[in-house]
């Protein structure tokens, strides 16, 4: 079943049209790759599913419910996170801090309760503190809480902001190139977080990645973007063999192999 359906979706910015009348579903738990040249709209598909660009035609169904023209909050709330393709953590706050952060649409004390320092808040901020706690853990930074964003390793930020967008609980995790600068270890160890995050809690993931091994030893189903049109979706091993994704992605057959063995 859908999680997401996409109908006829067109962003346009003045002349340039990003997104041509674009449909996709994307299936409940599923892990779903978005490649592409840069350029080819992958971005601003997920500025337009986020409700960062308001799309000028076509349709957003998430759940059954159409999402076209509610706020980047509002959409959150409904079961939508994402990460983005740059680094964007609050670097001088600590980790434990930037996943309470992303937790703050699904608290539910009041300022009022937070001047008056009631019980419920007391509470809730325990509760919240040790859900962060456990988010950092299961994405594989126990023990990193206190520490300051900007002074975790490179591969440790990338994974705080995976724990930052799951601390708000999507249904829907949208991963704008998460390995983009990892080395070989560390794509290997994200690669493993982005199954758990499928496999132990139910997540469906829409991963943009220009990384073809993970893409293709990752992926269940890829939708290939060019100049903001579909030009194929399928399973891998039907991308792989591709005449088009080849020649407007890929480059040629010997490239394909080349990143795929």
């Not at 419910?65 to 706020?71: R, S």
């Not at 990892?182 to 994200?190: A, Q």
């Not at 091994?213 to 063999?241: F, H, W």
Request: with cysteine.
């Amino acid at each position: 079943m859908a999680i997401l359906t996409v109908q006829n979706l067109t962003k346009r910015f003045g002349g340039l049209v990003a997104l041509n009348r674009l449909s996709l579903e994307v299936e409940e738990r599923a892990i779903h790759s978005i490649i592409g040249p840069n350029g080819s709209g992958k971005t601003t598909f997920f500025n337009c599913v986020t409700g960062f660009y308001k799309p000028e035609e076509g349709e957003i169904i998430f759940q059954g419910v159409p999402i076209n023209g509610l706020t980047p909050d509002q959409i959150n709330r409904l079961g939508i996170a994402r990460t983005y393709q740059n680094i964007r953590l609050f670097a001088n706050m600590t980790a434990l801090e930037n996943v309470l952060v992303g937790m703050h649409p699904r608290l539910k004390s009041t300022w009022v309760g937070a001047v008056l320092n009631t019980p419920y808040t007391q509470e809730e901020e325990k509760q919240a503190v040790k859900r962060a706690q456990e988010i950092l853990h299961f994405v594989g930074l126990k023990g990193k809480g206190d520490f300051l964003a900007r002074n975790l390793p490179y591969g440790d930020q990338r994974r705080l902001e995976v724990a930052r967008a799951l601390a708000s609980s999507p249904k829907l995790l949208l991963l704008d190139e998460p390995m983009a600068g990892m080395n070989p270890r560390e794509t290997m160890e994200m690669m493993s977080l982005i199954r758990r995050l499928r496999d132990e809690l139910g997540i469906t993931i829409i991963l943009i990645e220009h990384q073809m091994r993970a893409v293709m030893g990752i992926s269940e189903r890829v939708t290939v973007l060019d100049y903001g049109e579909k030009i194929a979706e399928g399973t891998p091993q039907e991308i792989q063999n591709n005449p088009r994704v080849i020649e407007a992605y890929l480059g040629t057959s010997k490239a394909v192999a080349d990143v795929t063995r």
